[in-house]
């Protein structure tokens, strides 16, 4: 069983420490451990090329074109049984750093994109997918912020979890909290974290939720849109659509049980998302052998240049 603890924060800092605090936890369940500082890593940000997602839907392989060190750290996430991620609190949420490895992973890991991929292999219509992309894995994650200003983080943390599938395990969000290591009972508590984390990935298919319940049942976010006039919400992690309604003066976030079938995390409305992906992609390129398109993009082109930093 083998648990991979990923820092976002400074060297030797508050997540850096509070990483290896929880992959101790899981060391003690007989976890496998190792420990990676993502600022020691180049990962460039995301292009939006669609390289990934068109090649996956058009059964050319898991494929990304940039190079950097992404490969190599993808080579530890797919082999993890269990994933612990510390990040920093930046304007609410996790850091840019966060976002950008969110960004390069995302289509390119979707559990529903690459079984789609992994069928049109089966069919003779594509390259191999490797099984360990659609492996089930658990997560835990920790945001620690230095003031009150917290309140995104746990959407966007969990927004990692969501195109892999993985079983998130915990997913605590701690204000006020750059000297946490003189903080006993956080200390201990994100000890636990990594032993649950540990104690999961031994039996995934039994394991559950053990952070606090968020506002949504069923991905325990807490943040929603609201639709303007109306009762009405979407979770903005699961993207479950439903109703806020006040039930003995707590307010509730209810919906139809057949909003399941269409969730972002669930394998149902992974396929949804897989197809609708790859009818989008296809229709983009069709547009793209128009004379229309074509003379779209020229004009935009030729309206103005970008400005260039100096001495380029």
């Not at 807490?222 to 806020?244: D, Q, S, V, W």
């Not at 609708?276 to 004379?291: A, G, H, L, V, Y």
């Amino acid at each position: 069983m083998k648990i991979l603890g990923i820092s976002f924060g400074g060297k030797n800092g508050a997540n850096d420490s509070m990483c290896k605090e929880a992959l101790m936890g899981a060391s003690e369940q007989g976890a496998e451990i190792k420990f990676v500082h993502i600022l020691d890593w180049d990962i460039k940000n995301c292009t939006g090329c669609v390289a990934c997602s068109r090649s996956l839907t058009m059964g050319k392989g898991n494929v990304c074109a940039i190079k950097d060190d992404l490969e190599e750290l993808l080579e530890l996430i797919l082999e993890a049984d269990g994933i612990f991620i510390s990040t920093p609190i930046f304007e609410k949420g996790a850091t840019g750093l966060f976002h950008t490895l969110n960004d390069r992973l995302g289509p390119r890991a979707d559990k529903g994109i690459n079984m789609f991929a992994m069928k049109l292999a089966e069919e003779g219509h594509g390259k191999p997918i490797d099984p360990a992309w659609i492996k089930d894995k658990v997560v835990s994650f920790l945001g620690i912020g230095g003031s009150d200003w917290s309140t995104r983080v746990q959407t966007d943390t969990g927004m990692l979890a969501l195109p892999w599938a993985w079983k998130i395990i915990d997913n605590k969000c701690y204000s006020w909290s750059k000297n946490i290591i003189m903080e006993d009972e956080k200390v201990a508590a994100v000890h636990q974290m990594g032993a649950d984390l540990a104690n999961a990935a031994k039996d995934m298919e039994n394991a559950q939720y053990k952070g606090e319940k968020g506002m949504c049942p069923h991905c325990h976010c807490r943040n929603f849109y609201h639709i303007p006039n109306t009762n009405k919400a979407i979770c903005c992690l699961c993207g479950i659509e439903g109703e806020m309604i006040l039930n003995d003066g707590k307010l509730e976030f209810v919906f139809p049980e057949s909003q399941l079938e269409h969730a972002h995390d669930t394998m149902s409305g992974k396929f949804i998302h897989a197809q609708d992906i790859q009818e989008n992609e296809m229709k983009n390129m069709e547009n793209r052998k128009t004379d229309k398109y074509k003379d779209a993009v020229k004009r935009y082109q030729s309206f103005i240049e970008p400005v260039m930093p100096s001495g380029r």
